[in-house]
Every structure is written in structure tokens, then in C-alpha cells.
């Protein structure tokens, strides 16, 4: 699967609140970094990140622009609320090794009525 086709695959499924089967789409020594967070690395511990996100808040992607070179899926999206974003996946034998993903975590927790941590 081309990598541009993954990221369609897994945007639907992070629609749809399915940690399980997004976790699926991750090689078992993947890592996901959030940039506003620590990196997350191995496939459970992914899924456990997507099952706590989506426990805490709804969370909808928008695709804006999806595009692909080499290896590399690189995502611009939006949410309802008015989030932008975007995400860079490295797809290597039809599965995602890396990601990176750039948001205003401040804002992502305003909106979501979510404690803001102490300094």
C-alpha cells in the first residue's frame, strides 16, 4: 500500500475512535511523536496512546492536503473546532516506522476544556 493510501486508511479509522485497529497499521517498533508530547515507541503503547486520547476527548481529522514523496505521507489537517495541524508518516513495507506530528497543544486543550499543566 503506497503511503498516501495508508494515511487515507488511517484517517478514517481515527474518525472512527478505533485505537485497536489504527495501532494495527504500525510496525511493532514504531514511533509516534508528538511534538508536543513525548515520543511514544512500540505498537501497544501506541494503541494505549489512541485509547486515552480518545477517552479524553472527541477528536476529528479533516483532510486539507495529503501528499506523498518517496516513503513519506505528509498530512495537513483541521478539526471542527478550528485546530490546525500536520503530520508526517514515514511508511516503510506498508506499515508507518515514524511519525511526527505538529499542533498547538494550548489551544488543543482550551477548546476541549482540559486542565491546562503547571509549568
Not at 5 to 33: K, M, P, R, S
Not at 43 to 72: H, P, R, S, Y
Not at 79 to 87: S, W
Request: glycine share 8%; charged share 25%; proline share 4%.
Amino acid at each position: 500500500m503506497r503511503p498516501k493510501e495508508l494515511i487515507q486508511q488511517w484517517v478514517t479509522l481515527f474518525n472512527q475512535g478505533n485505537a485497536d485497529a489504527l495501532a494495527e497499521l504500525y510496525h511493532t517498533d514504531a514511533i509516534n511523536h508528538q511534538v508536543a508530547n513525548e515520543p511514544v515507541v512500540g505498537k501497544a503503547a501506541i494503541k494505549e496512546m489512541f485509547a486515552q486520547e480518545f477517552a479524553t476527548a472527541e477528536m476529528t481529522c479533516v483532510v486539507e492536503n495529503l501528499f506523498e514523496d518517496g516513503e513519506w505521507a505528509i498530512l495537513e489537517w483541521k478539526d471542527p473546532l478550528g485546530l490546525r495541524g500536520c503530520g508526517f508518516f514515514q511508511v516503510t513495507d506498508g506499515k508507518i516506522k515514524l511519525q511526527r506530528g505538529y499542533w498547538d497543544k494550548l489551544s488543543f486543550l482550551r477548546m476541549h476544556g482540559l486542565p491546562i499543566p503547571a509549568e
